[in-house]
C-alpha cells in the first residue's frame, strides 16, 4: 500500500486564486480512479523557498490518495498535466509505503 501525497498551491504566480471548480475536478478524478481523496483545505500550509536571490512563498493544499500498486508513469503523467492547468514548473507529488494497522 501507498500514500500519495500532491502539494497543490492556491495561487498561480501572480498571486491569482485559482476557481474551487479546479480542485474540485481534481479531487474528483483522484476519487474515481482511487475509490477515494482526503484534501487538507481548512488551514494552507506555508511554502518557503528562496528563488533568484529572493524569497518566495506560496500556500498549498495537501491532496492523499492511497493505492494498492503505485503506477509511477501514470503520476509522472498526471503532475505534467496538473503543472500545465495550475501554471506551476513543479508540483510535488509524492509517494511513501504504508501499513496499514
Not at 504566480?13 to 480512479?33: D, M
Not at 495550475?86 to 507529488?93: A, D, G, N, P, Y
Amino acid at each position: 500500500m501507498h500514500l500519495v501525497q500532491l502539494l497543490l498551491p492556491l495561487c498561480d504566480n501572480s498571486g491569482n486564486a485559482f476557481a474551487e471548480t479546479v480542485y474540485t475536478s481534481i479531487r474528483r478524478e483522484l476519487t474515481e480512479r482511487f475509490g477515494g481523496v482526503t484534501a487538507f483545505t481548512r488551514a494552507p500550509a506555508q511554502g518557503l523557498w528562496i528563488s533568484e536571490g529572493g524569497t518566495t512563498h506560496d500556500e498549498i493544499v495537501v491532496v492523499e490518495v492511497m493505492t494498492a500498486d503505485l503506477d509511477r508513469e501514470w503520476w509522472v503523467s498526471y503532475r505534467a498535466t496538473l503543472e500545465m492547468l495550475l501554471k506551476q514548473e513543479h508540483i510535488v507529488v509524492r509517494a511513501q509505503p504504508i501499513v496499514l494497522l
